[in-house]
C-alpha cells in the first residue's frame, strides 16, 4: 500500500518555515538574555536589539533552509533535525556580524588599527556565542524542525481542509 505523504503538498514552505523560526528565535532571545542575566553578563546589546536582529537573521535562513525541512521525504526526523542544527550553524556567523554592528562597542571594533584585529575580535566573538548559545540552540532548532515537519505541517494541511468540508 503505497500512501502518498500529504506534508510534501504543502505551498509556500518557505514562508511557513521562516515565520515559524522568526517566532521561535523571539522566545530564544529572551530566554538566553534571561539567562545571561542571571549568570551576570554586561548586557552588550539591548533587548529589542537583539530580538529585532535574531527574528530578521532566523527568518531569513528559516526561508532558506525551510523547503528542504518541510520536503524531506519520510524518514524525516534525522534529515529536518540535521536541516535545522546545520541552519543555526550557518546563521551564526551572520547574527555574530549583526550583533557587533548593532552593539554599543561597534565604533571601537570597527576603528581598530588593523583587519586582522578586526577579525581576531570577530572570530573571538563566534566562538564564544557558539560556547554560550549557539550549539544548544542548534540542538534546540533541530528538534523544532522535527516538530514543523511531524506535526505542525499536518496540523495546517488538516485545518486547510476541515474548513473546505464546511463551505
Not at 542571571?38 to 528559516?62: E, R
Not at 495546517?156 to 468540508?165: P, T, V
Request: net charge positive.
Amino acid at each position: 500500500m503505497n500512501h502518498e505523504d500529504t506534508a510534501l503538498s504543502i505551498s509556500n514552505p518557505r514562508l511557513l518555515a521562516g515565520v515559524y523560526f522568526a517566532l521561535l528565535a523571539v522566545i530564544a532571545t529572551c530566554l538566553v538574555d534571561g539567562f545571561l542575566y542571571l549568570m551576570g553578563a554586561k548586557q552588550f546589546l539591548p533587548l529589542f536589539k537583539a530580538t529585532l536582529l535574531a527574528v530578521v537573521v532566523a527568518g531569513c535562513f528559516g526561508a532558506i533552509f525551510g523547503k528542504h525541512i518541510i520536503y524531506s521525504k519520510k524518514p524525516y526526523r534525522r534529515k529536518a533535525f540535521a536541516y535545522g542544527f546545520l541552519m543555526v550553524l550557518v546563521a551564526l556567523p551572520f547574527y555574530v556580524l549583526g550583533f557587533l554592528y548593532l552593539s554599543e562597542g561597534y565604533t571601537r571594533w570597527i576603528h581598530t588599527d588593523t583587519l586582522s584585529q578586526q577579525l581576531l575580535n570577530y572570530f573571538f566573538m563566534l566562538f564564544y556565542s557558539f560556547i554560550i548559545a549557539g550549539l544548544w540552540l542548534a540542538i534546540a532548532a533541530g528538534f523544532a524542525a522535527m516538530y514543523l515537519r511531524g506535526h505542525l505541517v499536518y496540523d495546517i494541511l488538516h485545518s486547510k481542509y476541515l474548513r473546505r468540508k464546511r463551505l
